[in-house]
C-alpha cells in the first residue's frame, strides 16, 4: 500500500481532528502501474492520469511527520477522486473534502505548499492531454515532471503564472495616520453590510518586468501612481496556478478612479480602522501585517 492524498478539484479529503479538519494520506493499492513508475524512475514523475508522486519540500518533510498517514508510510503521492472512483476505491465514510480555501488559515506553511503543488499539478495534469504543437496525446515523460508528445518530442512542463499584488501606503493627509489602499472587487458581491476589501494585484504580462506590472495594474484599476515599491515576499496561489509577487509602494500622485468593469469602490483606510480583508494564509492577510508591524516599529 501507499499512502496518497485525495483531492477533488480544490478539496481536500480530511478527517477530523480533535480540534480541525486535518488532510491524510489514504491508503491505495500499490500494485498499481503508477506506483512503480514513481518508485523506480522518478520521485518527480507524472504518473498516469489522476496521480501525481510528491516530494515533499525539505520544510514539508518535517512537518509531513505530523500528516497523518493509515499507514507507516510517509506520503507520498496525491490522486484524484476520479482515479479512486475508476478503480472502485472508497473514501472513509468519516472522512470529508474540505476546501483548501478553508484549510490554509490553519495549515502550517508546509503543508500548504505540498497540498497547493499537488491540487495544482493534477488540475494541470488533467487539462493538458494533448500536445499543442501537433495535437498528438500526451505521455508521462520516463524522468521529469512533465509530460511528453511521443509525436515530435516537445516536453510540457507545468506552467505558473506570475501575478503581482501590491500594497499601497500613504499618510491620512489630515491627520498623519498611515492608510493602506484597498479595493472591493465585484468578484466579493455586493459591498453590503460588512464588505470585504482586497488588495490590488493582475497577472504580469509578456514583456514587463514586475515593477512595471505593479505601476500598471494600479494605474488602470485606480488612476493612482506609486514610487518605491519595494518587494515584499511570494507565495504560490492555486487559483488556478499563480506565483504572486508581493510589494509595498508609496501614494505619489493622482485621484482615485475606480475601474468599475473589475471593482465597485476604492479607497484608502487607516491602519487602526481597516474593513474585512482577506483571511489569514494568503499573502494580502501577510503584507497587510507586515505593514501593520512596520508602523508599529516606527512610532
Ligand atoms: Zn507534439
Known amino acids: 500500500m501507499i499512502s496518497a492524498l485525495v483531492i477533488d478539484g480544490d478539496q481536500i479529503l480530511c478527517e477530523k481532528t480533535a480540534t480541525d479538519w486535518l488532510p491524510f494520506g489514504l491508503n491505495i493499492p500499490a500494485s498499481s502501474d503508477d506506483h512503480k513508475l514513481s518508485v523506480m524512475e522518478s520521485e518527480e514523475a507524472v504518473n498516469s492520469e489522476g496521480f501525481i508522486s510528491l516530494h515533499p519540500t525539505d520544510h514539508g518533510q518535517n512537518q509531513a511527520k505530523n500528516l497523518k498517514a493509515q499507514s507507516s508510510d510517509r506520503i507520498s503521492a496525491a490522486v484524484s477522486l476520479d482515479y479512486l472512483r475508476a478503480r472502485h476505491l472508497t473514501v472513509p465514510k468519516s472522512a470529508s473534502f474540505i476546501p483548501f480555501r478553508k484549510l490554509i488559515m490553519s495549515l502550517p506553511t508546509a503543508y500548504y505548499q505540498d497540498l497547493s503543488a499537488a491540487m495544482q499539478l493534477l488540475r494541470w495534469q488533467a487539462h493538458t492531454r494533448f500536445c499543442s504543437r501537433c495535437a498528438a496525446a500526451l505521455t508521462p515523460h520516463p ?21 503581482v499584488i501590491t500594497v499601497v501606503t500613504r499618510a491620512n493627509p489630515q491627520t498623519g495616520v498611515t492608510q ?3 479595493a472591493h472587487h ?7 453590510t460588512d464588505p470585504q476589501y482586497g488588495l490590488i494585484a493582475g497577472f504580469v504580462e509578456v514583456g514587463e518586468s514586475l515593477e512595471q506590472a505593479v505601476q500598471r495594474e494600479i494605474n488602470e484599476e485606480v488612476g493612482l501612481a506609486v514610487s518605491n515599491i519595494r518587494y ?10 499563480n506565483l504572486m509577487a508581493a ?4 501614494f505619489d500622485s493622482g485621484d482615485i478612479c475606480v475601474e468599475l468593469a473589475e471593482l465597485s469602490h476604492a479607497d484608502f483606510f487607516d491602519i487602526t480602522d481597516l474593513p474585512k480583508i482577506p483571511s489569514k494564509g494568503s499573502i494580502a492577510f501577510e503584507i497587510i501585517q507586515q505593514v501593520i508591524e512596520q508602523d508599529r516599529h516606527s512610532v
Do not use: V
Open 180 to 182: 493602506i489602499l484597498l
Open 143 to 163: 524522468s521529469e515532471r512533465a509530460l511528453l508528445c511521443a509525436n515530435c518530442k516537445l516536453t510540457h512542463y507545468p506552467r505558473i503564472q506570475p501575478c
Open 247 to 250: 510589494f509595498q509602494a508609496e
Open 186 to 192: 465585484h468578484r466579493y458581491g455586493k459591498p453590503d
Open 232 to 241: 515584499l515576499g511570494s507565495q504560490q496561489w492555486p487559483y488556478p496556478s
